[in-house]
């Protein structure tokens, strides 16, 4: 039998392959991407909490206090518990991140007042097709009553 080198299946499934490859590792990198960014905005919530639980216990002692935007394991101020907690457990592929935590105290520490911490940190996305999300920002902001 003889084949005709225009009607030859041989080498269709290759061809197929290349074309969906692309198509492929979009959809995979975008749902890691997508994973990480909710992964991160659960850090950057619970940042926030965690600086304004810290304001609620120790207010007496961040009246006028200008917050630490710094890295460290035993934070003195509620900027420094949100940054610490953010920056030890954000994701960030390869790239450094912009990441502020704000300090709000109430106007007098009576038990009652609010306290709140806003925790914000700009995403890089991964890979050149996601990293145009570079430019936004996510933040959260938690409010907690002095004890």
Request: aromatic share 14%; charged share 5%; with cysteine.
């Amino acid at each position: 039998m003889k084949t005709n080198l225009f009607n030859s299946e041989r080498g269709s499934v290759a061809v197929e392959f290349a074309l969906l490859v692309p198509v492929l590792f979009l959809i995979l990198f975008g749902i890691i991407n997508f994973g990480v960014l909710m992964y991160n905005q659960a850090v950057i919530t619970n940042a926030a909490r965690e600086g304004a639980r810290w304001a609620a216990i120790h207010t007496t002692s961040t009246y006028g206090l200008t917050c630490t935007n710094a890295y460290s394991l035993a934070p003195v101020d509620p900027c420094q518990t949100g940054y610490s907690y953010a920056y030890q457990n954000l994701i960030s592929f390869g790239g450094s991140y912009l990441l502020t935590a704000v300090y709000s105290p109430s106007v007098d520490f009576s038990s009652g007042t609010a306290q709140t911490v806003i925790v914000r940190y700009t995403y890089t996305g991964i890979g050149w097709f996601f990293g145009g999300l570079a430019a936004t920002q996510y933040g959260s902001t938690a409010v907690m009553l002095h004890e």
